[in-house]
């Protein structure tokens, strides 16, 4: 059973475009959304968190949408770039600090074309 | 600052061989984590350890997976008798001693291939 789903699975954009990748939940312990960027070959780094008690919040043009009410959150990408080409992994976690507790989405590939 | 280092980064064996993969954390990080990562599904927490601690295993496999990060050295991840079903990538993140949030470093991976 998938605790968090992740959709789409993948997405092609034009550059400039504004890809959105979403992220629903069942656990309403959860209270730590991190979303990951992982490169091929490389590791996922941390891109941009968010924890229920805010809707939005914004990172450069990396912006989380939150809705605790509909258990779902979602991860926008302004101004996209071919270097945002990438795989996006949301998750969560019902125990803030405790690393082991990260619930993984199945992964969004990206692709922005020139 | 070097990062999270994993070696090898590519490793092929033979159905009933070992594996013994390496992670050395980032300087100054005495948390370490193994993740492994199937293809075309997200990362399952495997295993987290401190120095010459298992703190929890809960995500490892009951048989032929064993870690370890002792005092001197990197951690280990060493998976014995491998079979197909092993193939994956395997990453290790390491987080500082009292980081209080979720903030992991992961190395770039280590991909395993069961011939």
């Known amino acids: 059973q998938q605790q968090v789903k992740q959709s789409p699975q993948s997405l092609i954009v034009q550059k400039g475009g504004i890809p959105i990748i979403n992220c629903a939940y069942e656990?309403?312990?959860?209270?730590?959304f991190p979303w990951y960027q992982q490169f091929p070959g490389k590791g996922p780094a941390l891109l941009i968190a968010?924890?229920?008690d805010v809707s939005e919040k914004k990172e450069g043009r990396f912006t989380i949408s939150f809705n605790k009410s509909a258990k779902q959150f979602s991860l926008h990408i302004m101004d996209s770039q071919p270097g945002d080409s990438a795989t996006y992994f949301c998750?969560?976690?019902?125990?803030?600090?405790?690393?082991?507790?990260?619930?993984w989405g199945l992964g969004t590939s990206l692709a922005v074309n020139p | 600052n070097a990062g999270v280092m994993q070696n090898p980064r590519h490793l092929v064996r033979r159905r009933g061989q070992e594996a013994r993969l390496r992670c050395s954390p980032m300087?100054?990080?005495?948390?370490v984590y193994w993740y492994r990562q199937l293809p075309e599904e997200g990362l399952k927490f495997m295993v987290y350890?401190?120095?010459?601690?298992?703190?929890?295993e809960s995500g490892m496999p009951k048989e032929r997976f064993s870690a370890e990060f002792p005092k001197e050295g990197p951690s280990i991840l060493r998976i014995q008798q491998v079979v197909r079903g092993d193939s994956a990538a395997y990453f290790c993140?390491?987080?500082?001693?009292?980081?209080?949030?979720?903030?992991?470093?992961f190395g770039a991976g280590s991909r395993l291939t069961v011939l």
């Open positions: 300087k100054g990080h005495s948390h």
């Open positions: 656990n309403t312990a959860f209270d730590y």
């Open positions: 968010i924890r229920p």
């Open positions: 350890l401190q120095k010459e601690n298992i703190i929890d």
């Open positions: 998750a969560a976690s019902s125990d803030a600090g405790n690393n082991r507790k990260l619930i």
């Open positions: 993140a390491s987080s500082p001693r009292l980081s209080g949030a979720n903030v992991l470093t």
